[in-house]
């Protein structure tokens, strides 16, 4: 299995610039979580999906933040416009759940490091 | 919501010494409790996890245990290497579709 994809593994932009970033979880998987991490505020769960349906996105810091998972194998994470606060690195996990309390692995993706300018 | 603290944000130890970092949580429906390893450049990889109808699991040197009426559990690593060094999460769920809480983390530093 390659695991949980993640693309791009590295992105720069300037202020005010859109930014999408793309996850695909592992076939089989039916939750898939976006988090971001910075050394100021550690991991945060910004939203997560369960069979494509948005669970609980009270975790997105603002409007600007939009996700959307159009089908089980591909997510988005979108920034429009983006900030330099918006700095950090974006981990896209997924599972399986088989019921609003039943639990597994999250495997989590390698990653996107976004710098804002 | 859950909220969940860990303790110590940093551990420095010589190789071959015990490492134990403690984690307290809120949620008493919580039942489920893995440890998470990040490596540098890497996300967040599990290296073990306990449920809430055992108190303790072990792993060759890994160790965790739990006491769901203190709400608290840690996790032990025995004979430390390099090699463990890393960022280690500890995270609380089983209440929404997998959802994980966790903790801010340790940086566990083994000196050789």
């Known amino acids: 299995d390659a695991g949980v994809i993640q693309s791009p593994r590295h992105e720069v932009t300037e202020m005010g610039q859109e930014v999408t970033l793309r996850c695909k979880p592992i076939s089989g998987h039916n939750s898939l979580f976006w988090y971001r991490q910075t050394m100021m505020r550690g991991l945060e769960l910004l939203i997560y999906?369960?069979?494509?349906?948005?669970?609980?996105d009270s975790g997105m810091p603002e409007d600007r933040f939009s996700a959307k998972m159009p089908n089980a194998s591909f997510s988005t994470l979108k920034i429009q416009p983006s900030e330099p606060r918006d700095s950090a690195v974006y981990f896209c996990?997924?599972?399986?759940?088989?019921?609003?309390?039943?639990?597994?692995?999250?495997?989590f993706g390698p990653g996107t490091r976004l710098t804002v300018l | 919501g859950e909220n969940v603290e860990q303790h110590p944000s940093t551990l420095s130890v010589q190789e071959g010494d015990s490492a134990v970092i403690k984690c307290t949580y809120s949620d008493s429906a919580s039942n489920y409790f893995p440890w998470y390893k990040q490596e540098l450049g890497k996300g967040p990889q599990l290296i073990i996890d306990?449920?809430?109808?055992?108190g303790e699991k072990k792993d060759q040197r890994i160790a965790v245990t739990l006491n769901k009426t203190a709400k608290h559990f840690s996790l032990h690593i025995t004979e430390t290497q390099p090699e463990d060094s890393a960022v280690y999460f500890c995270?609380?769920?089983?209440?929404?579709?997998?959802?994980?809480?966790f903790g801010q983390g340790t940086i566990l530093t083994v000196h050789p």
């Open positions: 995270a609380t769920g089983g209440t929404s579709y997998g959802k994980l809480t």
């Open positions: 999906f369960n069979n494509n349906v948005p669970i609980d």
């Open positions: 306990i449920r809430s109808n055992v």
């Open positions: 996990a997924s599972s399986f759940s088989g019921s609003s309390t039943s639990y597994n692995e999250q495997f």
